[in-house]
């Protein structure tokens, strides 16, 4: 597979994650709980029953909406799995006199290939909620998004000052 793919491909689930989580996360900004599973699934509901209310979801939205929830969330799972094994091996690989780098890039190669697996389900539950929306819906995301990126950005250049563009 060539690179070029491979970069789409991951950059398809960031920001498929992060269009779904700037989506039901507003005010929530906190991440998906860490290490903590149970953590990530609590989090997800909350942002569930926000997103809900904020877009004044249909039962049909709302069902897109968690199937696409459940696919991240399983995703995430698989992500995750073997995370101190990797660990541990970056850390093996560091102390050698030197880098394995062929090792290396299959490590990476194996983290790419979950996330080439699981894409298109990621995606197409993504599609199947979005094409469920209505157009003041999806303004509602974007609006949301954008103010999200906007109070993130000034966050991280200029602290608690506010920002003059």
């Known amino acids: 597979m060539k690179k070029t793919k491979k970069i789409l491909v991951g950059s398809l689930i960031v920001i498929t994650l992060g269009a779904v989580g700037a989506l039901t996360a507003s005010g929530y900004g906190h991440g998906w709980g860490g290490d903590r ?3 990530a699934v609590m ?48 850390m093996q690989q560091l102390l050698q006199p030197t880098l394995d780098q062929e090792h290396m890039m299959m490590m990476v190669r194996d983290r790419l290939q979950l996330a080439e697996q699981k894409a298109p389900e990621v995606i197409a539950a993504l599609a199947v909620f979005s094409d469920s929306l209505t157009a003041e819906q999806k303004n509602k995301i974007k609006e949301k998004i954008e103010k999200h990126k906007r109070h993130d950005r000034r966050e991280r250049y200029h602290g608690d000052y506010p920002r003059h563009d």
């Open 37 to 39: 599973g149970h953590m």
């Open 43 to 90: 989090m997800a509901e909350r942002m569930m029953s926000h997103a809900t209310k904020e877009l004044d979801l249909t039962e049909t939205q709302q069902a897109n909406l968690q199937a696409l929830q459940q696919k991240v969330l399983s995703l995430r799972t698989e992500a995750r799995m073997g995370k101190q094994e990797t660990r541990q091996e970056l």
